[in-house]
């Protein structure tokens, strides 16, 4: 099989979904190249090799690319004498998914890169009521989005707190499962084991929400809560 195409179509949740999805007490392990490189190193030197190739990317950095080093390197060995500025969010692995690693954290077990970017500890006046040219909008609420091929510096700011949960139809554009992920989402809240199993919570991983996440006009949080469902349903039938 082949995939091509924007993200979220490298997540393996998502091919899983098109080739064979999964059901109730299926098994399916997935392995990553770099693994499948250290597994082979192993049965053919008898060495065990972490080295990992790994990528440092943001705009709050002046330099970026590729480096190799141990899995679970320190942050910091990385990235000095390269930040641009000290109020910047570092983060394990890339930024829809990634976790805050702190200027002294470590690189995730399942993360190949680094990402820098600005702190959004700041408040703007009128928000998204001002015609603004230098923010990324997927609603087109900003005339930013009549420049398709601008590049977008980002930052940690979400521009608005928590709002009542809606069917907006967003999450549809940017999800591709033959699922409904408003539904399934609503039914990990409620705790509705047999809704959240009809609705395909055993075909999901938390970074498949991803994008829904980026989109929601709500700011809902819908890679925590597919987190807890699937914490939920492994509690259940253990």
Known sequence: HKFS???PSGNVGVQIHH???VNKGEVVWTLKLQDLITIGTFLMT???????????????LTEGGYFEAIAGVQVSDLLKDKLVQDNVRVISGD???GDDAGKDGFLGF????VSVIQQGDYYEF?????PRFKKHSVS???FSWLMPNRKFKSDTNVHGGVRPFVMTGQY?????FDIYPVQLLKSVLVEDIDLMEQLGIYEVAEEDFALCEYVCTSKIDSQAIIRDGIDLMIKELS
């Open 46 to 60: 008898g060495k065990t090799d972490f080295t990992r190739r790994f990528v440092l990317a943001g705009s709050e």
């Open 110 to 113: 399942y993360h190949n890169m």
């Open 140 to 142: 087109k609420a900003y």
């Open 126 to 130: 009128f928000g998204w009521a001002a």
């Open 95 to 97: 930024v829809l998914t």
């Open 5 to 7: 195409g924007p993200h």
């Open 172 to 176: 549809e554009k940017v999800f591709p």
């Open 19 to 21: 080739i064979a999805p």
